[in-house]
């Protein structure tokens, strides 16, 4: 439960919960219609209602915000009744649930679970809408849902990509906060299964917290110091990780050090990162991962050095680890797995400054050609 809380965006944990009981409750209501679509789409839109109506609990947003909430709240719970009632739920579900998916696109709504799971529930309900008993119904309401499904995976994730490459390049502000005037914040929470554990009190640093910030990352560029060499690396117990050993973010993983106890060591970071190409090895930086999933990591810096953890998708059938879907989800035969919260600094110079989510490719490339040691 701490892992899943990690990704839920604290002014949206009351609008789980209530959509959460809704989902479960309404299904075991007695009577209603016998149809089973029926009764699914009363806990879809039965969800939906609470989510809504329990959203500006969180929400410091404006007065025409909040009614807009409340309204499609309560259209969504009309619409549940219905359906739970077996009368006319269809077309106004076909005109809402879009028209809802929509504005949270446009409003900027965060990608955290919560609103990956609202949308996916909605297009669901939509799906069902629109899939009709006749066989033309069912073959046009299919790739209508499969339409629907497709184009706002697409915007959810190029709108996170986006979020993320702008939060990272951003030189001017190390520090971030949630709020709807962070233009990309919200939406880093959960791009391709990456979670960034919310920002607690004051989300810009304070002077110590800066100091912290600036003083670990000198500490951290002079210890690094000894693994410029990429052999040194490998002679301390770094080992290449699986597939590709050339690239520009080539990750170096200390297995001893991943359990050695110890959160934050400079001397003892966990992951090296290099840039491994034309016989030439760089190292750009370090990764400090903490011991156990779900534990917070230890930030002196405030929200300067915050920590974030990944969502994999684990395959026997075949054997493979892969990102989750713009929906948080993994394919058939697939478990979600949630990594131990990790921390970047880079002991080099790059756009974003130290504690940047990534480097740019482009950049640590060139940056390769001038400084690569031979190998």
């Known amino acids: 439960m701490n892992t899943l809380l990690i990704g839920i965006a604290p002014e949206h944990v009351f609008a789980f919960v209530a959509g959460l009981i809704a989902l479960i409750v309404i299904p075991f209501i007695k009577d209603g219609s016998p149809s089973h679509v029926d009764r699914w789409a009363a ?20 007065a025409l915000l909040t009614i807009g909430m409340v309204a499609s709240g309560l259209a969504f719970g009309v619409l549940a009744w219905r359906a739970y009632l077996g009368r006319g739920w269809r077309i106004g579900t076909a005109i809402l649930a879009p028209l809802t998916v929509l504005a949270y696109l446009i409003n900027g709504e965060d990608a955290d679970q919560v609103g990956i799971l609202t949308a996916l529930l909605e297009l669901t ?9 006749r066989k033309v119904g069912k073959v046009f309401g299919s790739i209508g849902t499969i339409l629907a499904v497709l184009v706002v995976g697409a915007v959810i994730w190029v709108e996170s990509f986006q979020a993320h490459q702008a939060s990272s390049t951003d030189t001017e502000a190390p520090s971030v906060g949630h709020s709807h005037e962070d233009g990309h914040e919200h939406l880093a929470r959960a791009q391709a299964g990456v ?3 919310p920002l607690i009190g004051d989300h810009h640093a304070s002077a110590e917290e800066t100091a912290a910030a ?5 500490t951290t560029k002079a210890a690094a110091a000894k693994f410029a060499k990429l052999s040194d690396a490998l002679a301390a ?3 290449y990780p699986m597939g590709s050993r050339v690239g520009m973010d080539i990750h170096m993983e200390h297995k001893e050090y991943k359990k050695d106890g110890r959160a934050l060591d400079p001397e003892r970071p966990e992951m090296l990162v290099y840039a491994i190409e034309d016989g030439k090895a760089t190292l750009l930086g370090v990764v400090f991962v903490m011991e156990k999933a779900g534990d917070p990591g230890v930030a002196p810096g405030g929200p300067i050095t915050r920590w974030h953890a ?11 680890i892969g990102i989750v879907t713009p929906f948080g989800g993994c ?10 919260e990790m921390m970047h600094l880079w002991t080099v110079e790059p756009p974003g400054g130290p504690f940047a989510e990534g480097v740019d490719e482009m950049w640590a ?3 390769h050609r001038g400084h690569g040691i031979v190998l």
């Open 310 to 320: 990944h969502n994999l998708c684990v395959s026997l059938t075949p054997p493979g």
């Open 365 to 367: 490339r060139e940056y």
């Open 331 to 340: 394919p058939a035969f697939s478990i979600t797995i949630t990594i131990a």
């Open 237 to 239: 117990g770094y080992t």
């Open 43 to 62: 806990a879809l839109l039965g969800y939906s209602a609470a989510v809504h109506l329990f959203l500006p609990i969180g929400h410091r947003d404006g």
């Open 195 to 197: 979670i960034m554990r």
């Open 125 to 133: 309900a939509f799906g069902l809408a629109i899939a009709t008993t």
């Open 214 to 218: 600036i003083a670990l990352t000198a």
